[in-house]
């Protein structure tokens, strides 16, 4: 094909005004898991006019699934492919502490997580290859997906024909990275973002006087025994050459201090980057709290909430990304991670359904930079013509080659 080195560059930066603009205003205007009536507002008045064929109301009534056919040589024959480009748009329940103009103005939220960012992005791609339809032998189609924050709100899509009509045979997802600076891009393939599931324990004792413990079972006693005893599922029950986490990151029990409680609740999370450690984890962590407080005259009641499961990036797929983004920016600013994350991402419903890749952009102007979920974090208006390019070459490349020999 011929050689794209400017068009999308050129591109890109005559809409980029325009995209910042958008980001910012969706940095202020904050919105939570299938909240984001507004932000699905602003994401439709921006498709209009694109020639797209547009579904709204999906995932709960905020999602929005955009089709680009494409008008290239090969875009109607029976070989033609469709690939899917994902953008989360909700943001997070946390107080903003970034002093920027365009800062939150709803209390209580922000977009600390870059969201505002990659539906940014995501927009911007949908703009540019909207405009070179002669690029594209095939189909993109453009998610934008409520509610990754806890809500789920990729499976609602993908459970609603996202990636069905057409059918896609790749989907690719960009995600800020705060530990990396503006113009990096990173994969990991294979595991790359792990299973995270809900834990919930309710430790019955007996409740009593302070003064008399012989007289009650203290579930506070019993709740430290099960802290402590969880820490040895990790250590004790998991290959060492494998990964899990198992965090108690709430406390719960009693109301004075001379009284013992009935009871004690806690709640946390367990992280795994294979299924069969996962089940493995789950059933070690309800026989290790059940049996602890039975050793110690008590009871538990244990509820693990299945979260979203293991993001698994393709290996062809994430050969693809990298050598893709080598071609964009250079091989000196794109990397592959040596790591996964223990961190939960549920555009892992779209690679259980295609395979594809979850790629990391990097948002760092400085170091240290905030993180993710910090309340100073702030996505780097540097990084929307990064992402925006590298949406814009992967939908193209693959669609004229697939993955390649690999494919």
Same mark, same amino acid.
């Given at each position: 094909?011929?050689?794209?080195? #400017? ?37 439709? #008045? ?61 209390? &209580? ?100 006087? &302070? ?86 005259? &008590? ?109």
């Amino acid at each position: 094909m011929p050689d794209t080195a #400017r068009l999308w560059p050129d591109a890109i930066q005559a809409e980029l005004p325009k995209l910042v603009e958008i980001r910012h205003h969706l940095h202020a205007h904050p919105e939570l898991a299938f909240q984001e009536f507004e932000t699905s507002k602003l994401v439709l #008045r921006e498709l209009q006019n694109l020639g797209l064929e547009i579904r709204s109301g999906m995932a709960k009534g905020t999602g929005i699934v955009a089709v680009l056919r494409g008008k290239g040589p090969g875009a109607n024959s029976r070989e033609a492919k469709a690939v899917a480009l994902r953008g989360d748009m909700d943001a997070l329940p946390i107080v903003e502490e970034t002093g920027l103009n365009y800062a939150s103005t709803v209390p &209580g939220r922000m977009h600390a997580c870059g969201h505002d960012g990659h539906t940014t992005m995501l927009l911007g791609a949908a703009k540019v290859l909207a405009r070179h339809p002669e690029r594209l032998n095939g189909t993109v189609v453009f998610c934008f997906q409520p509610a990754e924050e806890g809500g789920g709100g990729g499976r609602y899509l993908v459970e609603e024909g996202a990636l069905d009509n057409p059918a896609c045979s790749a989907a690719f997802a960009l995600h800020g990275f705060p530990s990396m600076p503006v113009g990096h891009v990173a994969v990991r393939p294979g595991p790359a973002q792990a299973a995270s599931d809900g834990l919930h324990i309710v430790v019955h004792g007996v409740g009593g006087h &302070g003064a008399a413990p012989h007289l009650a079972v203290d579930p506070i006693v019993l709740a430290a025994r099960v802290i402590e005893a969880l820490q040895g599922v990790v250590s004790r029950e998991v290959n060492p050459v494998e990964s899990a986490v198992v965090t108690i990151g709430a406390i719960h029990g009693g109301e004075a201090s001379n009284v013992i409680p009935q009871s004690v609740e806690l709640r946390g999370t367990i992280r795994t980057l294979k299924d069969d450690i996962r089940r493995k984890v789950h059933e070690a962590v309800k026989r290790t709290v059940e049996h602890t407080c039975l050793a110690g005259g &008590g009871r538990a009641d244990v509820t693990i909430r299945d979260g979203y499961p293991v993001v698994v990036n393709d290996l062809a797929a994430s050969a693809f990304a990298l050598d893709t983004a080598r071609g964009a920016f250079g091989a000196e600013r794109v990397h592959e991670l040596p790591l996964p994350s223990m961190g939960g991402e549920d555009f892992a419903y779209f690679l259980r359904k295609v395979p594809g890749a979850f790629i990391r952009v990097g948002v760092a102007t400085r170091q240290p930079y905030p993180g993710l979920h910090h309340p100073a974090f702030d996505f780097s208006d540097g990084a929307i013509p990064v992402g925006v390019e590298l949406f814009c070459r992967l939908a193209e490349r693959y669609l004229a080659e697939g993955f390649g020999a690999a494919d």
